[in-house]
């Protein structure tokens, strides 16, 4: 589904163009088919603000959609009458059991795709997650325990972030956002979510060599950033970026 951008600044500063309108009525089809995908792009988003551990407000959809804010209280409040989510008395959402099904399910689908395009099909790192988007609603339960099959049942994404209901658990508690992290070696684990929708960030951490599983030495603080040394040499990473990516200590 094309959402429509807000004028919101990604994590790299960079400020996405507004869509061009649309101009001729589009099929009723058509119509059904975008309100089934906001739904499930929707509970996708609380579900992936949730694992940040940060109250899933109307706010943080805004931030993370990059549409207006009566779009989404339009979409949350048909997410309630609907079931799947419940406006609590502080205004966060909580996803109901109806609502937490589906979302673990999409997250499921698009974490799976992604792995695929990266382990067999050999899509770039900081391709997978948009082509992952266009994926995730097409896959039948048939084909996702296919994937499961051909990949092995994998913790995690290529983000690092677990995939729901794989049996290989991976904890990822013992990470440090790169900002916070002492200087020394470390191993990256994992970005957020938010970072995905970002292509210049992505494609930043893909040249510096930066991605879950690559390793790397952090050599202090600098105005703007972090300093960090990889195989592809020393650079700085803006500091709102190194606080949504996540690191271990290495020996």
């Known amino acids: ?127 997978v997650h948009r082509e992952a988007d266009r994926w995730e609603h097409a896959i039948s339960a048939e084909v996702e325990e296919k994937l499961v099959q051909l990949l092995g049942d994998p913790a995690t994404c290529p983000h690092g972030n677990p995939i729901p209901g794989s049996r290989h658990k991976v904890d990822v508690r013992g990470s440090t956002a790169l900002s916070r992290i002492a200087p020394g070696p470390v191993k990256v684990t994992r970005i957020s979510e938010k970072v995905e929708l970002d292509d210049d960030a992505l494609v930043l951490l893909a040249g510096a060599q930066l991605t879950p599983g690559s390793d790397a030495v952090v050599v202090g603080p600098a105005p703007d950033g972090v300093i960090v040394k990889t195989a592809s040499g020393e650079q700085t990473i803006p500091l709102r970026l190194a606080d949504l990516m996540f690191v271990t200590p290495a020996a």
């Open 1 to 127: 589904m094309a959402l429509t951008p807000c004028e919101c600044k990604s994590v790299t500063g960079f400020r996405p163009e507004p869509l061009a309108p649309a101009h001729r009525a589009r099929p009723y089809s058509s119509v059904v088919a975008e309100m089934h995908d906001a739904t499930e792009e929707y509970l996708e988003t609380i579900l992936e603000i949730e694992e940040e551990g940060i109250p899933p407000i109307r706010a943080r959809l805004v931030e993370r959609l990059g549409i207006s804010a009566p779009a989404v209280s339009e979409t949350v409040n048909r997410l309630v009458e609907q079931g799947y989510a419940q406006l609590l008395d502080d205004r966060s959402l909580r996803l109901t059991e109806k609502g937490r099904k589906l979302a673990v399910s999409i997250v499921r689908r698009h974490r799976l795709a992604e792995r695929l395009l990266t382990d067999v099909i050999g899509l770039e790192w900081e391709k």
